[in-house]
């Protein structure tokens, strides 16, 4: 296959520049993406939160930080698109190296930290785009903001991304933006998403539309932690939450050398994780509770598991760098309304 000899080319290259050689080509030369390794795009379109997916497998924020190639995403048939995760100001991220392929565990271990542009740079690339499907943008805070201040950057956030985004992610789960998972506390996220649900309201009326608000939760959490998430999701109407981000956990990876390696770990080893963590989320949030399913989704059968664990949709990230453009259409063929 095409993809599979430009993937060996691609990972001659180090992990990171061959992230950004891809977005630089996708960018500039987005019609690329509708060369023969390209797959039809699956038409099951599903109305979710007063919107109209046109299937329900997207693509993970955090491979297109900068809302740089979204005609190009369009092109390669996702059911929806999430980018970022933005911050109020431009920041390099943490130092290189900070990417690492697993390819015997079709893995990744990353420790990029929020590299982005910033928040008004996405907007730009939003607006010079011909993309009109679900855009989610997905925003975080800034590494120098001090945590009991991280409502203000999402706030900044939020009033800049509300108009032209589909859905807002507050992302409070990455693991390498320091503090950032004490967010996740009871105490701490009812006190962001109290905030962030005032200011939302007061933007739906400034703007004549609501934008629904999700929260993307880590893997990493027991059950007392769960039951937590899923009340203060619940009690502060919010409208949704992606399960999950990547582990600090390496399980599976004892004899892997790059296990040592800081970070968050994505891929199939974190499939298990994701979803015991989604199961456990649905059990406690009810049927009626949009819950997003991402985390080693990486061929039809953990694509259909996902769903039957309770995800009204999906989205791909790691899956799609081992995998490439076939795995959309696969997972969304297994995703298809009433499979589970």
Known sequence: ?????????????????????????????????????????????????????????????????????????????????????????????????????????????????????GVDHLLARVAESDYAGVLGINIGKNFDTPIERAADDYLICLRKVYARASYVTVNISSPNTKNLRELQDEANLRALLQQIKREAEALAQQHGKRTPILVKIAPDVDDEQLDAIARVARESGIDGLIATNTTITRPGLDAEPLARETGGLSGAPLAPLAERTLRGLRQRVGDDFLLIGVGGIGDATTAAARRGAGADLLQVYTGFIYRGPTLIGECARAAQSGVT
């Open 1 to 117: 296959m095409i993809y599979d000899l430009a993937r060996s080319l691609l990972f001659t290259l180090d992990a990171e520049r061959a992230h950004e050689l891809t977005l630089e080509t996708f960018a500039r030369l987005p019609k690329l993406a509708t060369l023969p390794f390209s797959a039809r795009a699956v038409d099951d379109p599903v109305e979710l939160l007063g919107l109209r997916f046109a299937n329900r497998v997207g693509l993970a924020a955090g491979l297109d930080k900068n809302g740089e190639c979204l005609d190009a995403w369009a092109r390669l048939g996702f059911g929806f698109v999430e980018v970022g995760t933005v911050t109020p100001r431009p920041q390099p991220g943490n130092p290189r190296p900070r990417m690492f392929r697993l390819p015997a565990q079709r893995a990744i271990i990353n420790r990029l930290g929020f590299n982005n542009k």
